[in-house]
């Protein structure tokens, strides 16, 4: 039998978004490392309690990158190449709903960061109610 683990990541929480200038972005860290180590399999849902999202306004995107702190230095050893595992939530995105994303081989770790980017134009509405949960399962 395989051994496997749901993990709360992030109670529902309220992300908003509406200050960011209009073609910027903005990027907050949910989680910095998570420990993930017996995991080969992940699974990541986002849950989209609510969202108010104008006309032709932005996206936020939920993104989980493989990161191995150190002790003995304290630079972020971060891979950006890529997200390993990505959520998009947009004007499109019907409340509520849950997003899944899946991977595999991840590092030990993982940093979660959520990014908002705000369309050109003036800025607009970009409002959510956000939950996350991993499942992890040893391959």
Known sequence: MNSA????????TIFDFTFVAAGATQTI????????????HLWMGVRCHNRDFAAGSGTMVVEA?????????????TSTAAPNLAVTISNS?????????????????????????QMTGSPRTLYSELSIVLYGRAS
């Open 5 to 12: 683990q749901v993990i709360s990541v992030l109670d529902k």
């Open 29 to 40: 860290i949910l989680e910095r490392a998570l420990p993930v180590i017996p995991f080969y």
């Open 65 to 77: 990158f493989s990161t191995l702190p150190s002790e003995e230095d304290p630079a972020e050893f």
């Open 93 to 117: 995105t019907v409340a509520p709903s849950l997003t899944i994303a899946t991977t595999t081989g991840m590092g030990p770790m993982l940093k979660l960061q959520l990014r908002a980017v």
